[in-house]
């Protein structure tokens, strides 16, 4: 059921961005997509969803608990969502520690090779021919 509220909460934040939307109205107005929506409101799984819905829909009490559970179910899956988001950030804090770690890391090195370059090349004395 959690992935399922996650996927709710997802979907309202992803209804949410312009783009997002675009994409879906690109989708909406492909023939394909058209024709598979159509096939799929005419089978009969559908038309009994569609019923039942419409049937407790029409009682107020059973419209308010519906929406509770809704709202409840939202509340899950943005809690979900933030924990991800959370997860992301740090994991991407940690990528960019490591990136700059290796920066450094790479700078020293190359403080390091030219040093040893510095060394290696020989003393050569002052040939002073006055």
Not at 95 to 110: F, L, R, T, V, W
Request: net charge negative.
């Amino acid at each position: 059921m959690a992935m399922n509220n996650l996927m709710l909460a997802q979907m309202m934040k992803d209804m949410q961005d312009p783009e997002m939307m675009r994409e879906a109205q690109k989708l909406m107005q492909d023939p394909a997509f058209q024709a598979h929506m159509k096939k799929m409101m005419q089978s009969a799984g559908f038309q009994q969803a569609m019923a039942q819905t419409k049937q407790s829909l029409q009682d107020p009490e059973k419209a308010k608990e519906l929406e509770e559970k809704a709202k409840k179910a939202l509340e899950e899956g943005n809690k979900e969502l933030e924990k991800i988001e959370q997860v992301r950030k740090e994991l991407a804090e940690k990528q960019s520690e490591g990136e700059d770690k290796d920066k450094e890391d790479e700078a020293e090195d190359k403080k390091k090779a030219a040093v040893e370059e510095q060394e290696d090349i020989p003393d050569i004395p002052s040939l002073n021919l006055n």
